[in-house]
């Protein structure tokens, strides 16, 4: 099993290599795949069949990347600005759902599920192609690193120290001590990028540049909480329709859902907080 994941892990890195190599279209229809993907399964799991599930999925994804293509991307950062800024809202919401019913869990309508499916995903993937024309791949990469300096070190804390349940009913793997290994790390990472590396386009040193270090502390506990209710919401998800992954697309890894979950909250959040400085400077 970890070969396999090893060798999936190479051939999704290559793939994404190659198409950043070759220029941003490329970067854009690989990521539009890989979304959509993500759309496919969630549409999945609330029980649309298959094939209203791809044709969703592909009219959704084919809309967005024409959008990009069109160049009409630098003339939306008003409708990106409302848009993420209502689904980050909506994202914190379910967050605090999340905490409040972590010993109960709680159950989403189909029609809720399908409305933030057909919602979120496509305001992901629209923020990760902004955030790519903003500050190429560095800038992405920066932002995916919250995601994923998040969930390994949440995964290794709570394997140490982990003892309090975060959330049982939703997620039992997850704890408590995870979650504050998670914030702690993040925090200090980040703090010592901003003084070591002095690259204007990660996410974090634009932060802390334009609203200071409290602030910008704040804005990366807000992203770690964040990637934490897009796990948990998965989790549910999963949990609800009793399945363990999204799908088998990824050999070793699951679904696409199950590995770009985390990513879902944070990339619009990131997107609408650079565009909140940018839109009023």
Known sequence: MLMLRVITACVLLAILLLAIWIGP?????????AFGAVLFEWLRMTGLG????????SVEMITQFSL??????PRMS???????????????????????????GFHVTVRQ?????????????????????????????????????ADISAYFCGRAWGKHKLCRAISPNKTWEG?????????????????????ENVFTNFV???????????????????????DLWESMLKRLVGIKDSSNLLPGHGGFFDRL????????AATWIMLAVLLTH
Do not use: K
């Open 113 to 149: 599920s399908l409305i933030a499916a057909v919602v979120f995903v496509p305001s992901a993937y629209l923020s990760l192609l902004w955030l790519y024309e903003a500050g190429d791949w560095v800038l992405v990469l920066s932002v995916l690193l919250i995601v994923w300096g």
């Open 78 to 104: 008003w409708f990106l600005f409302l848009v993420n800024g209502a689904v980050m809202i909506a994202w914190f919401v379910i967050f605090f759902a999340e905490l409040f019913h972590r010993d109960t």
């Open 25 to 33: 279209l490329a970067f854009a229809g690989v990521m539009a795949i």
């Open 50 to 57: 298959p094939v209203p599930a791809i044709v969703v999925a």
């Open 68 to 73: 990009y293509w069109a160049g009409a991307l």
């Open 261 to 268: 979950d985390a990513s879902l909250p944070v990339l619009p």
């Open 179 to 199: 979650a504050v290994g998670a914030y702690v790390i993040v925090i200090i990472f980040f703090l010592l990028t901003y003084w070591f590396c002095d690259q």
């Open 208 to 230: 802390f540049d334009q609203i200071g270090f409290f602030w910008g502390v704040l804005v990366l506990a807000g992203l770690v909480a964040l990637s934490i209710a897009g």
